[in-house]
Each structure stands twice: as structure tokens, then as C-alpha cells.
T-cell receptor
């Protein structure tokens, strides 16, 4: 079956530091890949997505590249802010008739001023 | 445009009690989902629906029932609550099967 593995953290960084959160996946076929973000006390929000190999998703300074050869979709940001403190979830969808998102366990990021 | 809303936001039940969680979306989405979120477990799919009048089991359906009588609403029922059902419940909806929009969550405690 499908699975998503991401670094569990927690990750603590200082403001303006570089962020990487690793995500690898196992899936049949050619899944779409996602990063969702959950701010404290809120639901999940889509941060970015990529639907095919070598695609780069980007939003709010965050980027992730769909690497089929390494089955990875690592999240990066060059300079984090205190407001980026949240839980980040990597997820995949096989698409087609499979309607489900498979989530990783989430990574808590805390950014200190 | 409210997006996805969930009612109630918080609830405390005693073991054996029943309750229904309501999810509503105003985006005319065909697909709706119920997840539970537990520490260290990520999100797990309970049930989902691919259109009005349809429902299907997800990863952890036991102890829950759902109904989708109207396109905009997706109800999650607990007939006899157990402490293991203490969790945060999220509803989501989507136009396409992949990009899902989430509600703010319902925090349920079963004593």
C-alpha cells in the first residue's frame, strides 16, 4: 500500500534560518504529492503540490520538487519566519479512482525570534 | 464564502453516549471526507463520500457511521462512544480527488 515517511521532529530554528523537512513516499503508479500546513488550533491548509516528476511546487517562499528517482518531496524554505511555526504534513494521492490522501505523521516546526 | 465548517468545535461525552458531528461546505464539492488526528499518528481517513447519497469506508471506520443526504453536508455519527474515540476530527472536501480543503476541526473527549 501507499505510505509517506517524513522526519518527525520537532524542528526548532532561529528566524532567517534555512529549513528542510524530508519526505519520502511509497506508491504504485504516479501519485500527486502535497505539503499541507496546520497552524495552531486550525485545520490543515494546502501549502503546495506537484502532480508529476520533476515538477516544483512553490508557495509563500516554500518549495518542493517531485523526485521520482529518489521517491522524495522535500520541503525547503530559504529564510523562515516566526509566523512559519506550525505542523507540516507531507501527503500523496494516487488519483484516478483512488480518492484518498495518505498523510505522513507531521513535523512540528518552531521558529524562535 | 465560509469554505468548510464543522459543528460543534468541542464536545465532551461519557462512554456509551451518542453524538453526530456536522460538516458543511459551500464550494459545491463532490467529494467529502472525515479524518481523525491523534498525536504521532498523523491523519487517518474514517469515511468518505464521492457524491450525494454515497459513502465508503476509509482506513479506520469501526465505531463510526456517516451519511451524505445533501451534497453540501456530511455527517459523522458515533453510536456508542468509547474513550479510544477521543481525538480531533477534521472534515474535508474537494472538487478533484486530490486537493482537499479542511474544516477547523472538532475536539472530542470521551470520558
Amino acid at each position: 500500500g501507499n505510505s509517506v515517511t517524513q522526519m518527525e521532529g520537532p524542528v526548532t530554528l532561529s528566524e532567517e534560518a534555512f529549513l528542510t523537512i524530508n519526505c519520502t513516499y511509497t506508491a504504485t503508479g504516479y501519485p500527486s504529492l502535497f505539503w499541507y500546513v496546520q497552524y495552531p488550533g486550525e485545520g490543515l491548509q494546502l501549502l503546495l503540490k506537484a502532480t508529476k516528476a520533476d515538477d516544483k511546487g512553490s508557495n509563500k517562499g516554500f518549495e518542493a520538487t517531485y523526485r521520482k528517482e529518489t521517491t522524495s518531496f522535500h520541503l525547503e524554505k530559504g529564510s523562515v519566519q516566526v509566523s512559519d511555526s506550525a505542523v507540516y504534513f507531507c501527503a500523496l494521492s494516487e488519483g484516478g479512482s483512488n480518492y484518498k490522501l495518505t498523510f505522513g505523521k507531521g513535523t512540528l516546526l518552531t521558529v524562535n525570534p | 464564502n465560509a469554505g468548510v465548517t464543522q459543528t460543534p468545535k468541542f464536545r465532551v461525552l461519557k462512554t456509551g453516549q451518542s453524538m453526530t458531528l456536522l460538516c458543511a461546505q459551500d464550494m459545491n464539492h463532490e467529494y467529502m471526507y472525515w479524518y481523525r488526528q491523534d498525536p504521532g499518528m498523523g491523519l487517518r481517513l474514517i469515511h468518505y463520500s464521492v457524491g450525494e447519497g454515497t459513502t465508503a469506508k476509509g482506513e479506520v471506520p469501526d465505531g463510526y457511521n456517516v451519511s451524505r443526504l445533501k451534497k453540501q453536508n456530511f455527517l459523522l455519527g458515533l453510536e456508542s462512544a468509547a474513550p479510544s474515540q477521543t481525538s480531533v476530527y477534521f472534515c474535508a472536501s474537494s472538487y478533484l480527488p486530490d486537493t482537499q480543503y479542511f474544516g477547523p476541526g472538532t475536539r472530542l473527549t470521551v470520558l
